[in-house]
Structures are given as C-alpha cells and as structure tokens.
Nanobody, 124 residues
Framework: QVQLVESGGGLVQAGASLRLSCAAS????????MGWFRRAPGKEREFVAA????????DYVDSVKGRFTISRDNAKNTMYLQMNSLKPEDTALYYC?????????????????WGQGTQVTVSS
C-alpha cells in the first residue's frame, strides 16, 4: 500500500501564492505518474495537473496553465503544486493521487492511491 498526505493549504487573498506538498510513504516503488485534483463546493472532482515519474512531462487543466506548476522530488517521495496568482474560483479541497501506470492521465480512475485532501480557500 501507499499512503499520501497533503499539506500546505490555507486561506489566502486573491493574487497570493501557496505551495502544496504531497508526501508518499509505504510501497512507493509502485508509484509512477502522480497528479493533483480538486473538488470545489457543489462541484464534481476536477483534474488539475499531472506529472510523469521522471518529472519531464506535465499536463494541466486549462484554467491553471501559466499559474500553477507541478513538480516532484523522487528522492524525497514528495510532489508539489506551486500555485501563483490564486483566484477565488481556485477555492477547493485539493487531493494528490498516485498511479501505478505509466502515461499522464487526467481521469481519476487512472489513479490508485489518494490522499485525504488539503483545503485551499481564496478570498476576493
């Protein structure tokens, strides 16, 4: 099994930045691609970003391109999401996820392991 723990969420004003972290433990050698998803109040879970095992390939939802940057440090078993120029519509519970498959994926079904989430609230 793999355990994922997110941290770094908080309450910020619009235009501010936050850096989310996702620490993996357990059988981390099973992990390949990783991603971030979010669920806003009253909305469906949404793909935010994904990163390959090497860190060389990334994918983002259009609404965060140019503002969010996904990265990972395999030596630390940690993934990050740097979020700049935050907007009120970024308010959501952010989840990290890990896949045992190769290939970037935006579908939640492609990810086997999930964290509990960290809340990001952006005030206007």
């Amino acid at each position: 099994q793999v355990q994922l723990v997110e941290s770094g969420g908080g309450l910020v004003q619009a235009g501010a930045s936050l850096r989310l972290s996702c620490a993996a433990s357990g059988r981390t050698f099973n992990i390949h691609e990783m991603g971030w998803f979010r669920r806003a109040p009253g909305k469906e879970r949404e793909f935010v970003a994904a990163i390959s095992w090497s860190g060389r390939a990334m994918d983002y939802v259009d609404s965060v391109k140019g503002r969010f940057t996904i990265s990972r440090d395999n030596a630390k078993n940690t993934m990050y999401l740097q979020m700049n120029s935050l907007k009120p519509e970024d308010t959501a519970l952010y989840y990290c996820a890990a896949s045992t498959y190769y290939g970037l994926a935006s579908q939640a079904s492609a990810y086997r392991y999930w964290g509990q989430g960290t809340q990001v609230t952006v005030s206007s």
